[in-house]
């Protein structure tokens, strides 16, 4: 399938799934709206549960292209707190320009509650690893504490991301872009809290 029908598949799925909810979306309404044949469809998808899953990772790999990747081990001490801000920036406006995105990661926390071992769970699993190599690299750089057991660190890092992320999904469309930036900044300084040493 062609990069340009399988996007086009991808943002009609994320749409019906932000219309019908998840049990109620329909494959039949996704082929008809995308514009491919049902046999297209099965040909690359085992099924809805699969075509939900690639869609998770189609954004997360559509992110990571667009903001020209991350990495961590380039951050010194004076860089790594705003960079990272910089990445939740590059999420919010890559969000922005891609309005179904934010259905996908919808998405992704629905399916992340609803089964274990999912792609939902996999990618989470992911970014968990992802998170603490950020952390241990910003503990050596002495911009992050050490004073906690780390995965009591990681765990607490990772369930305020997710409570900020799950709250910028649900809360999306009430808030313009200033307001967003706002929060992004918010968000930093809860995560600040968590992570900076105490002196």
Same mark, same amino acid.
């Given at each position: 399938?062609?990069?340009?029908?399988?996007?086009?598949? !991808?943002?009609?799925?994320?749409?019906?799934? *932000?219309?019908?909810?998840?049990?109620?979306?329909?494959?039949?309404?996704?082929?008809?709206? *995308?514009?491919?044949?049902?046999?297209?469809?099965?040909?690359?998808?085992?099924?809805?549960?699969?075509?939900?899953?690639?869609?998770?990772?189609?954004?997360?790999?559509?992110?990571?292209?667009?903001?020209?990747?991350?990495?961590?081990?380039?951050?010194?001490?004076?860089?790594?707190?705003?960079?990272?801000?910089?990445?939740?920036?590059?999420?919010?406006?890559?969000?922005?320009?891609?309005?179904? $995105?934010?259905?996908?990661? =919808?998405? !992704?926390?629905?399916?992340? *509650?609803?089964?274990?071992?999912?792609?939902?769970?996999?990618?989470?699993?992911? *970014?968990?690893?992802?998170?603490?190599?950020?952390?241990? &690299?910003?503990?050596?750089?002495?911009?992050?504490? $050490?004073?906690?057991?780390?995965?009591?660190?990681? =765990? $607490?890092?990772?369930?305020?991301?997710?409570?900020?992320?799950?709250? !910028?999904?649900?809360?999306?469309?009430? &808030?313009?872009?200033?307001?967003?930036?706002?929060?992004?900044?918010?968000?930093?300084?809860?995560?600040?809290?968590?992570?900076?040493? $105490?002196?």
């Amino acid at each position: 399938m062609s990069t340009e029908r399988r996007d086009r598949l !991808f943002q009609t799925a994320a749409e019906e799934l *932000a219309t019908q909810g998840y049990d109620g979306a329909s494959l039949n309404r996704i082929i008809e709206r *995308a514009g491919i044949g049902k046999s297209s469809l099965y040909y690359y998808f085992d099924d809805k549960r699969d075509l939900f899953g690639q869609l998770i990772q189609s954004v997360f790999d559509h992110f990571v292209r667009d903001i020209g990747g991350f990495d961590y081990r380039t951050l010194t001490a004076e860089t790594y707190w705003p960079e990272i801000e910089g990445l939740f920036l590059k999420g919010v406006a890559f969000s922005e320009r891609n309005p179904w $995105s934010v259905h996908a990661g =919808q998405l !992704f926390y629905r399916l992340r *509650a609803r089964e274990k071992g999912g792609s939902a769970s996999g990618l989470f699993a992911l *970014a968990e690893n992802w998170v603490a190599s950020l952390l241990r &690299h910003g503990t050596m750089l002495g911009v992050v504490r $050490s004073d906690l057991p780390e995965g009591l660190l990681i =765990q $607490s890092v990772m369930a305020l991301v997710e409570v900020c992320d799950r709250y !910028f999904l649900e809360t999306w469309g009430q &808030h313009g872009q200033l307001e967003r930036r706002t929060l992004v900044a918010q968000q930093m300084h809860l995560l600040k809290r968590v992570c900076l040493p $105490s002196d």
